[in-house]
Nanobody, 116 residues
Framework: QVQLVESGGGLVQAGGSLRLSCAAS????????MGWYRQAPGKQRELVAS???????NYADSVKGRFTMSRDNAKNTVYLQMNSLKPEDTAVYYC??????????WGQGTQVTVSS
């Protein structure tokens, strides 16, 4: 099964930017939709962005206009560009398939901490 490895998180001040990467151990070309999820302490994991194989994107209202998701099928990698970060964006971020019951095994995630 495809393994997912997220990276790029860190500590940033409010208003700053980060770019997350998610590298898959196998081809993601056949996966119709990939997504970025996040889980804040004490909260459920939520889908914040998704992208289809053709590049169509969808965003949660909370990140719309600030986050941009992209995918490079040739590199088996998806990205999440996060701008104008807010303290409420603090969470562990994960990638996985989206809008399907066929989830891959979750990776370890990458911690994003936004200070006020």
């Amino acid at each position: 099964q495809v393994q997912l490895v997220e990276s790029g998180g860190g500590l940033v001040q409010a208003g700053g930017s980060l770019r997350l990467s998610c590298a898959a151990s196998g081809s993601i070309f056949s996966i119709r939709t990939m997504g970025w999820y996040r889980q804040a302490p004490g909260k459920q994991r939520e889908l914040v962005a998704s992208i289809t194989r053709g590049g169509s994107t969808n965003y949660a209202d909370s990140v719309k206009g600030r986050f941009t998701m992209s995918r490079d099928n040739a590199k088996n990698t998806v990205y999440l560009q996060m701008n104008s970060l807010k303290p409420e964006d603090t969470a562990v971020y994960y990638c996985n398939t989206a809008w399907t019951v066929n989830l891959l095994s979750w990776g370890q995630g990458t911690q994003v901490t936004v200070s006020s």
